[in-house]
């Protein structure tokens, strides 16, 4: 290993360790180390040491950069399945996906020990019409097998350019199917609403973006518009929906919600410990809200649900959710890098942490195959998709239960 490259890996890890250390011909420690500091001096030489075998033995030639980068991806992602280093390229897709659009399948995955686990298919991707399903685990891509711990290789994968063909392979019920299918521009559509019937309303929304809630708001005034007065009752779709910006999060409850907790997060630092709360203005003045959430729903989603859960605004019905409670931060680093590191535990209202435990509808319905439509702005379907079928029902008994007791 160069003279120069053992001066960056002492200076990094000295200051990483707060050691103080300091090189001249040598090693030089101005202080004796002990406990937790011994321990990382170990563990820093042995970086050193594996690092240095790497490069005179590994069977290709490998360089300081590429070997760096590797530690630095593989430190972040071996934290938990969020966590993840990002590059310039992937740092620049991380933006377009929260406000933009991106070239690829259209499918939001994550990795949990080492397997990588679709969340949902997004509405009207190829991977949503080609039949890839929440839940299936993709094995391979253009028949490369997908290696664990190799989550932002295999976004990176299927990635590319526009009308390329690909063919993701999925692992389901314990055999393996093969889908084929050409690259899209994936456009960040989140809404789409329309009338169920007088005075009823339905929107979906199929993630959470930044325009999310201005684009919910100005398509539950439409639907006022339409009915020429207040809405009765409102179906809010976000089965299928894996998430996004916590803060649209945060907005979309807001909109239903006169005050009170929409919800609160726990960190080991100031700014990632906080709770957001409602303001008053609740844009359907009261009508009543039916939720429909399934395993899709994650992150941002049960976010929604939770909050209008625990307020009693809105009835959950459909199947546990996804089960997201985590908070990840993207941190901007030098040369168009970042971090999208886990920074807090978020909390409903209640107090409750829903990670790797879900929402729990107040009724449960199973999933009807097909439903909901894979396309975001498809025909609902009135008659066979039962878990809409039920928010009907309890939508319309609830309205009847008022205006008895009035």
Avoid: C, W
């Avoid at 290993?1 to 001066?7: A, C, F, N």
């Avoid at 180390?33 to 075998?53: C, K, N």
């Amino acid at each position: 290993m160069s003279l120069k490259t053992r001066v960056i890996l002492v200076l990094v890890i000295g200051t990483v360790m707060g050691l103080g250390l300091s090189y001249s011909g040598g090693l030089v420690v101005d202080k004796q180390p002990s406990g937790h500091d011994d321990s990382a001096l170990t563990q820093a030489r042995l970086f050193t040491e594996v690092m240095d075998r790497v490069k005179r033995e590994y069977v290709e030639p490998v360089d300081d950069r590429e070997l760096l980068e590797s530690a630095i991806r593989g430190m972040v992602g071996d934290l938990d399945a969020h966590s993840q280093y990002l590059d310039a390229d992937e740092y620049r897709e991380i933006r377009i996906s929260t406000s933009g659009s991106f070239t690829g399948v259209g499918v939001e995955v994550s990795e949990v020990g080492g397997i990588i686990r679709v969340i949902t298919p997004i509405a009207g991707s190829p991977a949503a019409r080609s039949g890839i399903l929440s839940g299936d685990q993709i094995i391979a891509v253009d028949g490369i097998a997908v290696e664990a711990n190799r989550l932002q290789d295999t976004i990176g994968r299927m990635r590319g350019r526009r009308g390329s063909k690909i063919t993701v392979t999925v692992l389901r019920d314990e055999g393996a199917i093969d889908y084929e299918m050409r690259r899209e521009v994936i456009r960040v559509a989140s809404v789409h609403s329309e009338i169920l019937q007088p005075a009823y309303g339905y929107i979906r929304l199929s993630q959470f973006s930044e325009a999310t809630a201005r684009e919910l708001s100005r398509a539950i005034d439409e639907l006022h518009d339409d009915q020429g007065g207040m809405l009765d009752g409102l179906v809010l779709d976000l089965r299928n929906n894996p998430g996004g910006v916590l803060d649209a999060a945060v907005d979309v409850s807001d909109l239903f919600l006169d005050s009170g907790v929409i919800v609160s997060a726990k960190g080991r630092t100031a700014d990632s410990s906080f709770t957001r709360s409602a303001h008053r203005g609740d844009v359907l003045d009261g009508a009543e809200i039916v939720i429909l959430v399934n395993k899709g729903s994650a992150s941002a989603s049960e976010i929604v649900a939770g909050a209008l859960q625990d307020h009693d605004r809105a009835l959950i019905v459909g199947t546990s959710t996804f089960g997201k409670g985590l908070v990840q931060t993207v941190m901007p680093l030098s040369m168009g890098r970042a971090i999208k590191l886990t920074t807090s535990r978020y909390f409903t209202p209640s107090g409750d942490s829903i990670h790797e435990t879900g929402i729990t509808p107040d009724v449960y319905v199973d999933d009807t195959a097909g439903f909901p439509d894979l396309s975001l702005a498809g025909e609902i379907d009135r008659e066979n998709d039962a878990q809409l079928l039920e928010a009907m029902q309890r939508l319309q008994r609830r309205r009847v239960m008022h205006s008895s007791a009035q």
